[in-house]
C-alpha cells in the first residue's frame, strides 16, 4: 500500500469508510461536509488512521483496503508482456492482453506496429529499440565491447616492435 493511499474520509466531526461516505451523507471526497468544512483524506501512512474504524458499518479502515486490493488484484492482475521477434527478426513484444489505451498511444508514438495476424506490436526500424518505460521490462543486455586490457596489450606489443 503506497503512503498516500485514502483509507476514508473524516466528514462531519466522524470517521467513514470510502463507500460509507458516500451512502450515508451522499457527500463525495471534493465536496465539503455539512459544517462547510472541507472532508480531510485519511491517509494510510498515518499510523492513527490505521486504528480507525468506520462510523457507520464498524469495520477497520485498514482491513477495507486490504481486502479491497486483494480483489483488484484478483480481478485484474497486471498487464505481462515479453520480449520476443517479429517474423524471426524483427524486435517485438508480447502481451497477454489488449494493454491500456496509455500503453499503446506509446508504442504508437515511439513508432512500433501492431501486427494483427502474428498478434504483435514489432519495431520496424533498427537499434536503439524504444521500449516504454511504463512496461518495466529488463534493459536490454549490454553489447560486448573490446576490454580496455585487450588494447594496452595490443599498443604495448606495438610499442616494442
Ligand atoms: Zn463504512
Given at each position: 500500500m503506497k503512503p498516500f493511499t485514502i483509507l476514508g474520509y473524516s466528514a462531519n466531526d466522524e470517521v467513514f469508510c470510502p463507500a460509507c461516505l458516500r451512502s450515508t451523507?451522499?457527500?463525495?471526497?471534493?465536496d465539503t461536509d455539512y459544517n462547510g468544512r472541507p472532508i480531510l483524506p485519511l491517509y494510510g501512512a498515518d499510523e492513527t488512521v490505521q486504528e480507525e474504524c468506520c462510523t457507520y458499518c464498524g469495520a477497520s479502515l485498514l482491513e477495507l483496503r486490504l481486502v479491497a486490493e486483494a480483489e483488484r488484484e484478483r480481478t485484474n492482475p497486471e498487464l505481462h508482456v515479453e520480449k520476443t521477434r517479429h517474423r524471426g527478426r524483427q524486435p517485438a513484444l508480447r502481451f497477454d492482453r489488449v494493454p491500456p489505451a496509455n500503453i499503446r498511444t506509446e508504442l504508437k508514438q515511439a513508432g512500433w506496429r501492431w501486427d494483427p495476424v502474428a498478434q504483435l506490436w514489432w519495431w520496424p526500424k533498427g537499434a536503439p529499440v524504444p521500449v516504454p518505460a511504463s512496461l518495466n521490462l529488463p534493459p536490454p543486455p549490454a553489447k560486448v565491447v573490446a576490454r580496455p586490457p585487450t588494447i594496452r596489450r595490443r599498443e604495448a606489443t606495438a610499442a616494442q616492435a
Amino acid at each position: 500500500m503506497k503512503p498516500f493511499t485514502i483509507l476514508g474520509y473524516s466528514a462531519n466531526d466522524e470517521v467513514f469508510c470510502p463507500a460509507c461516505l458516500r451512502s450515508t451523507t451522499g457527500l463525495g471526497p471534493s465536496d465539503t461536509d455539512y459544517n462547510g468544512r472541507p472532508i480531510l483524506p485519511l491517509y494510510g501512512a498515518d499510523e492513527t488512521v490505521q486504528e480507525e474504524c468506520c462510523t457507520y458499518c464498524g469495520a477497520s479502515l485498514l482491513e477495507l483496503r486490504l481486502v479491497a486490493e486483494a480483489e483488484r488484484e484478483r480481478t485484474n492482475p497486471e498487464l505481462h508482456v515479453e520480449k520476443t521477434r517479429h517474423r524471426g527478426r524483427q524486435p517485438a513484444l508480447r502481451f497477454d492482453r489488449v494493454p491500456p489505451a496509455n500503453i499503446r498511444t506509446e508504442l504508437k508514438q515511439a513508432g512500433w506496429r501492431w501486427d494483427p495476424v502474428a498478434q504483435l506490436w514489432w519495431w520496424p526500424k533498427g537499434a536503439p529499440v524504444p521500449v516504454p518505460a511504463s512496461l518495466n521490462l529488463p534493459p536490454p543486455p549490454a553489447k560486448v565491447v573490446a576490454r580496455p586490457p585487450t588494447i594496452r596489450r595490443r599498443e604495448a606489443t606495438a610499442a616494442q616492435a
